[in-house]
């Protein structure tokens, strides 16, 4: 039978196939994979989620660097030694927010850079505003800063939260799972400034004239 026979003969090829033939064809698989390979990562990274990505890392990287600096100030211009604290251990916990950021840039095989975040130089800026109209060693003061330190916070969880849902969907598990260390981090911030707030200071504050 013609169909057999034409079977056989492919079957017979196969079989017949040298050695050589065999380890040259897996050469050219693993060439043609590592081609592959190349052509997918330039194509993800020219992909514009790929490239917004990257953007909006580069924004929070200079953001995380300028908060650094903010705490510092708001930490001395802090009334109660709560509130001192608080912004002293946020500081430590931003520094280390900068070191996962540069994990999240070499994981996706991108270098770390720094791009101007004008969203974060406003709402420092803001809280620089609230030091200066308010009186030092006052409640007044702290229930003001902690708002203003809870913008700064609101502002990375919404970046970081954004990020997580990105890099899960683009499929960066490490770059995912460092950032949702974060979000966390900034989530648990958030609630102690507003714990914070309501145990005492708010209600001193209220007292003050
Ligand atoms: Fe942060
Ligand atoms: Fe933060």
Redesign the pocket.
């Known amino acids: 039978m013609p169909t057999k026979s034409a079977n056989t003969a492919t079957t017979g090829t196969g079989t017949d196939t040298s050695s050589t033939d065999v380890q040259s064809k897996t050469e050219k698989d693993a060439t043609l994979k590592m081609g592959n390979a190349n052509v997918e990562k330039s194509k993800m990274k020219n992909a514009p989620l790929h490239k917004f990505f990257v953007d909006a890392l580069k924004d929070?990287y200079y953001?995380?660097d300028a908060?650094v600096k903010a705490l510092e100030n708001m930490q001395e211009a802090a009334t109660t030694e709560e509130l001192k604290d608080a912004f002293e251990d946020?500081q430590l916990?931003?520094k280390k927010?900068?070191s996962r950021l540069e994990k999240v840039f070499k994981s996706i095989g991108e270098t770390p850079e720094k791009k101007k975040c004008d969203a974060i130089e406003g709402i420092i800026k803001e809280g620089q505003e609230v030091i200066k109209s308010t009186e030092e060693g006052t409640m007044t003061r702290d229930a003001a800063l902690i708002i203003a330190a809870q913008k700064v916070?609101h502002y990375?969880i919404a970046t970081?939260g954004g990020l997580v849902q990105l890099a899960i969907t683009m499929g960066h598990d490490k770059a995912a799972d460092l950032l949702e260390r974060?979000l966390q981090?900034?989530e648990d911030t958030d609630y102690n400034l507003t714990e914070i707030a309501e145990t005492y200071i708010n209600f001193e504050a209220e007292q003050e004239n």
């Open positions: 929070i953001a995380e908060i946020h916990q931003t927010h900068i916070e990375e970081y974060t981090e900034e």
